[in-house]
């Protein structure tokens, strides 16, 4: 199976978790408390991303997330497990994630 592409459905996102990159401070600043244990907040980069879901009209709602975005996971995520290539993967309803990490630049910030 490594030689295969692997596409979502629906909402899921895939997702592959980055060991060690739970930091004191995002790279937008925001500042994570000592009270949240480094093993709290699990950050991981999407890989690939599902069409999003329909209504019952059948109208499209799209995903926010995009590949390549970096995630915040919840700390005890039930995330499915998907080994593709030796590499473990995890599979993520859009709606499970608590944030979505950018740069400053990409922030629109209200006037």
Sequence with gaps: MADK???????????????????????????????????????????AVGPGLYTQNGVLIPMTAKVGMEVVLPPYGQGQLIKLGGIDYMLYRESEFLAILEDEEQLELPL
């Design 5 to 47: 592409k692997i596409r979502p459905l629906g909402d899921r996102v895939l997702v592959l978790e980055e060991k060690g990159k739970s930091e004191k401070r995002t790279s937008t600043g925001i500042i994570i408390p000592e009270t949240v244990k480094a093993d709290d907040v699990k950050i991981a980069k999407v890989v």
